[in-house]
């Protein structure tokens, strides 16, 4: 699957000007969704302690037959930083391809969940924006779309001169010749 992507990005024919554009779009859109989403789960205080309604939304899913208690509350300690963690790495670039796969599994994971828990019938909130929209299939869509951005960056081939040090030009001192004439 992730030749035949490759291949089709190949025949898209992007100039590397469009491609770059295009990568800085999916950057941005989602680390300001994930900056979003980490800042509305942080508990009021910033502290690190954990918000208590996101802590209710992830026990909504029944994901856990039987939740042990140190599980939810770590999940809603910790989660929130991690987004907003994966919204620092897209926009400062470092470690591009882990970062994308690492949001890629994120948003599929949280894809996938979401559309177990509709399909169970479990009237659970989304938790993804707010804490009270409920599981719909818009909410599934909504979530589908925004794994878009998120696959484009893992599959994106850059050229090999993108990520290349340049070479600096030798200066003439080193040459033995006097750099002020």
């Known amino acids: 699957m992730k030749a035949r992507i490759s291949e089709l990005l190949k025949k898209l024919k992007m100039s590397e000007r469009t491609k770059t554009i295009l990568n800085w779009t999916c950057r941005v859109l989602l680390a300001a969704m994930f900056f979003y989403t980490g800042y509305i789960k942080l508990p009021e205080s910033f502290s690190w302690k954990y918000n208590l309604q996101f802590a209710i939304t992830l026990t909504g899913y029944e994901l856990l037959p039987e939740n042990p208690e140190w599980v939810i ?7 929130p930083w991690v987004e907003i963690a994966l919204g620092v790495f897209l926009l400062i670039g470092w470690k591009m391809r ?11 994971f949280f894809t996938v969940l979401l559309t177990i828990t509709y399909l169970r ?11 009270n929209s409920k599981i719909t299939p818009l909410t599934i869509l909504r979530d589908s779309i925004i794994l878009i951005p998120a696959l484009y960056l893992l599959f994106e081939r850059r050229s090999p001169a ?6 600096t030009p030798k200066n003439s001192s080193e040459n033995g010749e ?4």
């Open 121 to 131: 019938g479990i009237d659970a909130n989304c938790g993804c924006f707010d804490f």
């Open 73 to 79: 509350p770590f999940i809603a300690q910790w989660f």
């Open 178 to 181: 006097s750099a002020v004439s």
């Open 98 to 108: 882990y970062v994308a796969a690492a949001a890629t599994s994120l948003l599929l």
């Open 162 to 167: 993108k990520y290349e040090i340049p070479e």
